[in-house]
Each structure stands twice: as structure tokens, then as C-alpha cells.
């Protein structure tokens, strides 16, 4: 399984030592996670996996899946505690702004999409991760079944990242955007350290723009990953409020 190669695969960590894993930015991580949703939507669709359930819940298990397979550990926990932080501050956006939750979206809510993400990486390893699921105020009951939640997305997407491992004859994934901000700088390196290891079983473009909105989205019509230019100031908004 693709979890054993344990390989250093962003701008992030890139020939870093392990001590400098946390020098990255709650915004960086984020860019980096969500980013990694997305491709799980593509992986979906281009490997013709089948989906039983939400598909972005599929998705959000990729990417947390992904970041415990190719990051070492401290840099991996850095990860996963942002991007469950992010979801956690998302739903204080939310309720800031009086919003309703949109029961209707296929998204989950908020703040099940930050349980579930502590509660996936913390069963690849509930020993070693102890403090993790402390530090994220992981809930006992939770946490009782976060590492059979973890061997059941090891069966379905290991197969998955084992087959996108093999790169022989695979298309690349393919960078698009202006350069000049953190979300490109990140981007663009992540697509050139990704086609060294993994692959799909079509082109992918993965294409910053301005969407006028904080999004990032995958088309399945265009083969394309979309990540909106405005999403780094809205992380950034997220990060205030975490903050206050």
C-alpha cells in the first residue's frame, strides 16, 4: 500500500527536516487540504470508482487518506489538525454571519467534517496519535471507533493510490494560473511533486482563476480542478476568527 512509502510530497516539506514541519501557515495546510479534496473528485472520476454514499464524503476521506500516506508524521499532523481546524472555523464563519446551516448541501456540516477528519487520521495510528485527538478535542466516544473508520477507507482508497502509483504510460496532472501568490506557489509545486508519484487514468488540469466567490470545485465535463483565486483571502478570513 501506498501508506508504507511515507514519502515527502509538497512545497510544504520539500527537503525540509522534520523539525521545520510546523513552519508552515494555517493558510498553506488549507490550500493544501482542500486541494486534495478536489483531486479526490477527480480520482473518482477518472478511475470510474463507484460511490455508495455522499461523494463528497468520499472526497474529504481522500484527502485525509492522501495526506497520512505521503506526508511524514509531523508534518501529517500539522495537516490533518488544520484542516480540522479550517472546517471548525468555517462553522464559526457560519454562525458569525447568522447563516443557517444548508442542510440541503451535499457537503456535510461543518463541524462533522472536522470530527470526521481528526477521527480518520487519528485511527491510522490511535497509539502514536494519542495527543492529536486530545489536542482537537476528539470525543471518547469518538474516538472508540476512529481506527476501524480508518481500516475501512485502508481498504477502498490503499487500492485506489496503490493503482495511481503505478505512473507508467499515466497521463500528468497539468498546472494553469498566473503566478505571484501563495495559492499558485503552492499549487503549481504540489502538480510537479504529485506526478512523481501519483498519476490518473486521464489528463487533469488543475487551473487557478477568479471565480468571483471562494470556491474550488472539480468539472467533471473539462477534466479540470478549479481553485478560485479569492479562497486564499477567505482562509485568511477563517484564520481571524479562529484567532479571536
Not at 38 to 57: K, N, R, S, Y
Amino acid at each position: 500500500m501506498l501508506k508504507t512509502l511515507r514519502v515527502a510530497c509538497s512545497l510544504l516539506t520539500l527537503a525540509l527536516p522534520a523539525s521545520a514541519a510546523e513552519d508552515f501557515t494555517f493558510v498553506e495546510g488549507n490550500i493544501l487540504g482542500i486541494f486534495y479534496h478536489e483531486l479526490g473528485h477527480a480520482a473518482i472520476h477518472t478511475e470510474d470508482i463507484p460511490i455508495f454514499g455522499q461523494e463528497e464524503d468520499a472526497a474529504d476521506v481522500f484527502a485525509i487518506f492522501l495526506t497520512d500516506a505521503l506526508f511524514e508524521e509531523e508534518t501529517a499532523q500539522s495537516l490533518a489538525f488544520d484542516a480540522a481546524l479550517g472546517y471548525a472555523g468555517e462553522a464559526l464563519m457560519r454562525d458569525a454571519e447568522s447563516a443557517e446551516i444548508a442542510w440541503w448541501d451535499t457537503h456535510g456540516p461543518d463541524e462533522q467534517r472536522s470530527y470526521n477528519t481528526a477521527c480518520l487520521f487519528y485511527g491510522a495510528d490511535p497509539k502514536g496519535r494519542a495527543r492529536f485527538a486530545e489536542a482537537i478535542g476528539l470525543p471518547d466516544e469518538r474516538a472508540e471507533s476512529c481506527a476501524e473508520e480508518y481500516d475501512q477507507a485502508a481498504a477502498s482508497w490503499g487500492a485506489v493510490l496503490d493503482d495511481m502509483a503505478d505512473i507508467k504510460g499515466r497521463p500528468a496532472l497539468t498546472f494553469t494560473g498566473a503566478n505571484g501568490s501563495l495559492t499558485s506557489d503552492i499549487l503549481r509545486e504540489e502538480v510537479r511533486q504529485l506526478n512523481d508519484q501519483l498519476r490518473l487514468a486521464a489528463p487533469v488540469t488543475v487551473s487557478l482563476e477568479s471565480c468571483d466567490e471562494a470556491n474550488a470545485f472539480y468539472d467533471p465535463g473539462a477534466f479540470k480542478i478549479i481553485f478560485c483565486t479569492e479562497f486564499e483571502d477567505h482562509l485568511r478570513q477563517v484564520e481571524a476568527i479562529l484567532a479571536q
